[in-house]
C-alpha cells in the first residue's frame, strides 16, 4: 500500500521554525522526485520545492528560496522541509508528493505526480 504521511504541522508566530516530514512506504522511495505543495484558502495548489532521485538536485520557488531547505534521507524513506522564518503568506496546507522519475531532476509548475499525501496544516499568525 502506498503511502506518504506529512507531520510537523502547527501554529507558528511569524519569524518562527518549522519542519515539515514526508515519510513514505509501499514503493522504491529512491526511483522518485519528491515535491513539497501547498494551498491556502481560497487559493490554488502551488508548488514550493522539490528534491530530485538520484543527484538530490532541488528546486524552490521564489517565494520561498533562502528561507525553505528541503532534503531527503533514502534509507529512512523520508523527506523533509526546514521552513525558516515562516510568514503569514506560508499559512496553508502542505503536501508531499512523490513523481517517478529515475533519471532524475523534478519540477513544481507542472505537478503531475503520482502519489499525494494527506497534508499537514502550518498556521503562521501572531
Known amino acids: 500500500q502506498v503511502q506518504l504521511v506529512e507531520s510537523g504541522g502547527g501554529l507558528l508566530q511569524p519569524g518562527w521554525s518549522l519542519r515539515l516530514s514526508c515519510a513514505a512506504s509501499?514503493?522504491?522511495?529512491?526511483?522518485?522526485?519528491i515535491g513539497w505543495f501547498r494551498q491556502a484558502p481560497g487559493k490554488e495548489r502551488e508548488g514550493v520545492s522539490c528534491?530530485?532521485?538520484?543527484?538530490?538536485?532541488?528546486t524552490y520557488v521564489d517565494s520561498v528560496k533562502g528561507r525553505f531547505t528541503i532534503s531527503r534521507d533514502n534509507a529512512k524513506n523520508t523527506v523533509y522541509l526546514q521552513m525558516n522564518n515562516l510568514k503569514p503568506e506560508d499559512t496553508a496546507v502542505y503536501y508531499c508528493a512523490a513523481d517517478f522519475r529515475p533519471a532524475g531532476g523534478c519540477y513544481v509548475t507542472r505537478p503531475k505526480y503520482n502519489y499525494w499525501g494527506q497534508g499537514t496544516q502550518v498556521t503562521v499568525s501572531s
Open positions: 528534491i530530485s532521485s538520484s543527484d538530490s538536485s532541488t
Open positions: 509501499g514503493f522504491t522511495f529512491n526511483n522518485y522526485a
